[in-house]
């Protein structure tokens, strides 16, 4: 059986979590613990190991999806993560932008583990009446016009479908012909 | 759907700078050290702005531009029942106090004083609201905020912010495809051409540094405002130089993505279409 792996990262609180159980067809592997610092403010857990979720094509080919801590002292988690990615998704929080700095370090840490590993950016919460609107958050990370930046609500199926496909459009643009 | 946030978080420059890309057209507001400043843009270029209790009245703009006298200034104040400062612009003129020009120059002067005030505040709370013009009878004088945000980076001083901001000196720079960007029509320094003459992919912005005699703080500053005008923009150099901005302590590894045949990446879409 063939595997594939899929890397949702982002800032802390982006929804990286939400965003692999909307779509995953098992229950997703999540370590979320309590939080126990400032952060707390934000939200009640955080992901301290990483999210695992699957989708299953044939009996002959999976899909996993792999979400990142959210937190930064698991920075060291990212690259063993991405090892072996066919691509990764930058899940920004469209409204705070407190994070955006984090999400562009995340950007070229990410890029840097494969230069040639394509990715897309979701601006997620687009639901909420602050969002910043995707093109505007393309501008704010500095995002080559060459990468895609869609809008996104993690909750919402139909948003992380097109999310997931929109990486495998770019995925399959850069593969030969068989 | 109006942008809201912290200067903390997203400052002047980087505000200004999304303003102009994305040519937007509202008022900007900034609420910070117990005032607050307004500013207005019609498709990316600043066009008016007021701070505060300063008043924004034209005869003040006039007076602090020393086109008027304080005397005059107070005179018209206190008799001229024109409220609107295009018709006492008007007045001015046809009376031979001032010429439309120095009326033009004293408003951008004005506007300029504002928003240089604005880069100096690292924290407060900020919305922009499209599509909001000032009112009828103001002034108004186009200003290319690219040019604004060069002398504004010009005047930002925090070391740290710019550390910050431009953290990796062995990226390399390349001018941005930009068809409506003439470097001719921006105004820059002597240090900033020097810098220019040197951009090439090819060269790190240390080596650039290097070249020029110029040291890490220089360097930094001349580029942040390229970067932020959109001159330029960071590239990876040619040949692969190691990026030390990245976490230390990690090795690097530019994989290549995992060789998988497109019937795969086909089953997968489908797949995905069906769920």
């Not at chain 2, 820059?188 to 810098?195: D, F, H, I, T």
Request: hydrophobic share 40%.
């Amino acid at each position: 059986m063939q595997t594939v792996k899929m890397v949702v990262t982002g800032p802390f609180s982006a929804g990286k979590t939400e965003f692999i159980r909307t779509i995953s067809e098992i229950d997703v592997v999540s370590t979320e613990r309590k939080i126990t610092d400032e952060t707390k403010s934000i939200k009640e857990e955080t992901t301290v190991a990483m999210d695992f979720g699957r989708i299953t094509v044939d009996e002959d080919l999976v899909l996993y999806l792999f979400g990142t801590p959210g937190q930064k002292r698991f920075d060291f988690m990212w690259e063993i993560l991405s090892e072996g990615m066919l691509g990764f998704i930058v899940l920004v929080d469209s409204v705070r932008p407190e994070t955006f700095r984090e999400a562009r370090r995340i950007l070229d840490v990410f890029s840097s583990y494969g230069a040639a590993t394509p990715y897309i950016v979701a601006a997620n919460k687009q639901d909420l009446p602050d969002a910043w609107p995707p093109e505007d958050l393309r501008i704010a990370l500095k995002i080559d016009r060459n990468v895609k930046v869609l809008p996104c609500v993690a909750t919402d199926k139909e948003s992380v479908k097109n999310v997931l496909l929109e990486l495998l459009y770019s995925i399959l643009e850069g593969t030969e012909e068989e | 759907m109006a942008l809201k946030g912290n200067l903390r978080d997203f400052s002047t420059t980087q505000l200004l700078n999304l303003i102009n890309l994305a040519r937007k057209t509202g008022a900007l507001t900034i609420e910070a050290q117990g005032t607050s400043a307004k500013l207005f843009f019609k498709e990316g270029k600043l066009i008016h702005a007021s701070l505060g209790d300063q008043d924004g009245h034209l005869a003040n703009m006039l007076l602090k531009a020393g086109k008027l006298s304080a005397e005059q200034t107070r005179a018209i104040q206190a008799h001229s029942e024109v409220d609107s400062d295009k018709e006492l612009g008007l007045l001015l003129i046809n009376a031979g106090y001032v010429t439309q020009n120095d009326i033009v120059q004293s408003v951008k002067a004005y506007i300029l004083d504002v928003v240089y005030t604005l880069f100096t505040w690292v924290e407060g709370l900020f919305y922009f609201e499209p599509n909001i013009l000032p009112s009828e009878d103001k002034i108004t004088v186009p200003i290319n905020l690219e040019n604004v945000i060069m002398e504004g980076s010009r005047r930002l001083k925090e070391w740290e912010r710019l550390q910050d901001e431009l953290p990796d000196l062995n990226r390399a720079l390349r001018f941005t495809d930009r068809p409506d960007t003439k470097l001719r029509d921006i105004n820059l320094s002597v240090e900033e051409w020097r810098v220019i003459s040197f951009i090439n992919p090819r060269n790190t912005i240390k080596q650039i540094a290097q070249s020029n005699n110029m040291d890490d703080f220089q360097i930094r500053k001349i580029v942040y405002g390229m970067l932020q005008a959109g001159l330029v923009e960071l590239v990876t150099p040619e040949g692969g130089e190691a990026k030390p901005g990245m976490p230390p302590g990690r090795p690097r590894t530019a994989a290549p993505p995992p060789a998988v045949k497109r019937g795969v990446i086909l089953r997968l879409i489908d797949r995905i279409k069906k769920i």
